[in-house]
């Protein structure tokens, strides 16, 4: 699993014209196996649905954690800059309305 996108532009003769970038989601977490309460070390799978354990301390955990991931990345609108846009693109600036009707954001954002 990981982020959604929607891509925009056009395919020409073997190459991609990227116009326009919707982040739809970002990831912002993984799950991982537990960390074991004594040691602190990665718990291991104690068998197919019987959780995790720690050989160790003999800890156990019945469920994975969600490790919060640290992203830059925004959901929104994200186009090329201009230079690179070809003249019947349509700006997102002329889009603002339906994307904000849709609660995206667009970047840059002013
Ligand atoms: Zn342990």
């Not at 994975?64 to 003249?87: N, Q, T």
């Amino acid at each position: 699993m990981g982020d959604e996108v929607t891509v925009f532009g056009s395919f020409k003769r073997n190459t991609v014209n990227l116009e326009k970038i919707l982040v739809r989601s970002v990831v912002r977490s993984v799950e991982r196996n537990p960390r074991c309460p004594v040691c602190g070390k990665r718990m291991e799978s104690a068998g197919k649905g019987q959780g995790f354990r720690c050989k160790r301390c003999k800890t156990h955990k019945a469920e994975r954690e969600l490790e919060p991931l640290k992203r830059d990345l925004e959901e929104g609108f994200y186009e090329v800059p201009p230079v690179a846009r070809r003249h019947i693109s349509k700006p997102l600036v002329r889009m603002r309305e339906d994307a904000e009707k849709f609660g995206f954001k667009i970047f840059p954002s002013r």
